[in-house]
């Protein structure tokens, strides 16, 4: 899972597309109104033109989705950690999470001593083992006959 402040950039962003993508569907779907009394409807041949209800219908879908990702950014920004925190306060947390971390890298420290002795001691143990094996396998040196020449 990404940390908060990448959650609220991908929002951000995604709220961005979303406000081009709306912005780009009213630009060529909408319809032609005449700006004051007594002009003319303008018309262009080119435009696809949505139907008023279909128009009305998506405009109303592009506006919820906008103000889900406005709370959804919302939700975000009140849980990062500064927020109603002083500086003290965070000063004091950062301090207290530097002491634990220092705590933690000590045990690290630790375990990896004991693995590396315990590690030494296994291979002390298989040596040992396999010099026994060895040793059990080895025909016993018989003395030698002294030859009467």
């Not at 959650?7 to 005449?34: P, S, W």
């Not at 103000?67 to 975000?76: A, G, M, S, V």
């Amino acid at each position: 899972m990404t940390d908060r402040l990448t959650q609220l950039q991908i929002c951000l962003d995604q709220m961005t597309e979303q406000f081009c993508a709306t912005l780009n569907y009213i630009d060529k779907n909408h319809d032609f109104e005449a700006s004051g009394n007594g002009e003319d409807k303008m018309a262009d041949p080119q435009a696809t033109i949505a139907p008023k209800e279909e128009f009305e219908n998506t405009i109303d879908e592009l506006s919820t989705d906008l103000i889900l990702k406005t709370r959804q950014i919302t939700k975000l920004i009140d849980s990062l950690p500064g927020v109603d925190v002083s500086a003290g306060e965070q000063m004091n947390r950062i301090e207290a999470l530097q002491h634990q971390l220092v705590k933690m890298e000590d045990k690290k420290i630790e375990a990896i001593k004991q693995k590396e002795e315990l590690l030494r001691k296994v291979e002390g143990m298989i040596l040992d083992f396999t010099i026994g094996i060895a040793d059990a396998r080895r025909p016993e040196q018989q003395p030698e006959k002294e030859s009467g020449i």
